[in-house]
């Protein structure tokens, strides 16, 4: 039995063989989200953002998925995989955006406006997913919302992500739901014009969930997905990159030659960095903690899920261990 609470490099170095020992034992793949730790990324069978995680947990052939991220993530994985064990490595791992939203005020709120259509953005429960007609991603939301026949839209739970959609689809109208990322709000524009002055030659990338303030700033607006083919295909060496700071492993190793900085050192999520090799290891060999969905909600958040994919394209990335 191993002694987790250890932190140096042997033991790390150590706890990455046993992950790859369970791993082949268990038929197990381990998916791991843009925000999650350095050592993580590092044992990624695939990394992504949430619509790339979910795509790659619906082609698995692995019978046990390991989704490092939080738990909204890992519940559409379940939802998406019934026949398959999906794994959170740390129980707790949840997402504040998530929980500003409840089933019974968004009933409330569809009760206001009978007409409109409901888009809920992944970062939500399964329950708010099933009392909606279709989700998004940050990568696909304005093509959700285009694709919709109904004006008026109820777009839950995020209102910068929300009110930016509405600046590319002035045909519909957005009901916005008070609801924001901590993280993303922690970026200020005082951060943004600071770090402008600091790297001069930089382009500025900003994430739609940040602050209006910020996203005026920025040289372009994207989902993370869309910030590693955007820092690839520009000519530009140098960027500033305006989300949680996980995302800079991957950038900086798939882009060599190009140099990435966090505009501010606040921008952590403190429930993407619970997940550590210590407990990927402990959730393999145990088989915790499951993630279970309640039979009631799980045909229509499925449903809601799955209109969003029929939509979008194919959006993961593959890391070989
Ligand atoms: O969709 C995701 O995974 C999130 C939370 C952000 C992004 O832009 O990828």
Not at 5 to 18: C, G, I, N, P, V
Not at 144 to 156: A, H, L, P
Request: with cysteine; glycine share 4%.
């Amino acid at each position: 039995m191993m002694d987790y609470s250890r932190d140096d490099k042997l033991y790390k170095e150590d706890l990455k063989k046993k992950i790859i020992r369970l791993k082949a034992k268990r038929n197990a793949v381990i998916i791991v989200h843009n925000y999650q730790r350095d050592e993580i990324q590092e044992i990624a069978d695939y990394s992504g953002d949430s619509l790339g995680l979910a795509r790659a947990a619906v082609n698995t052939k692995a019978e046990i998925i390991v989704f490092c991220g939080v738990h909204f993530m890992a519940e559409s994985a379940s939802i998406l995989n019934p026949e398959k064990i999906v794994l959170l490595p740390v129980k707790e791992a949840g997402c504040p955006l998530a929980d500003m939203i409840t089933v019974a005020k968004l009933r409330a709120k569809k009760e206001e406006f009978p007409e409109a259509a409901v888009v809920c953005y992944v970062n939500s429960s399964a329950g708010v997913k099933a009392e909606s007609d279709i989700a998004c991603t940050s990568s696909n939301a304005i093509e959700v919302v285009r694709s919709i026949k109904e004006k008026r839209i109820i777009f839950v739970p995020d209102k910068n992500l929300g009110r930016y959609v509405q600046s590319h689809v002035p045909e519909k109208e957005i009901i916005l739901w008070e609801g924001y990322c901590p993280t993303h709000l922690r970026l200020t524009e005082e951060d943004a014009v600071k770090a402008r002055r600091n790297f001069p030659g930089a382009e500025f990338i900003a994430h739609p969930e940040c602050r209006p303030e910020v996203l005026k700033l920025a040289d372009h607006i994207c989902s993370t997905k869309g910030m590693f083919d955007y820092a690839k295909a520009a000519d530009t060496k140098e960027f500033i990159i305006g989300t949680e700071s996980g995302i800079l492993y991957n950038l900086r190793k798939k882009n060599p030659g190009k140099k990435f900085h966090t505009p501010t050192t606040h921008l952590l999520c403190a429930n993407m960095k619970l997940t550590t090799l210590g407990w990927v290891a402990y959730s393999l060999e145990n088989l915790v903690h499951k993630v279970k969905v309640a039979d009631c909600v799980k045909e229509k958040a499925r449903s809601t899920l799955e209109r969003m994919l029929d939509i979008t394209g194919k959006t993961t990335t593959k890391h070989p261990l």
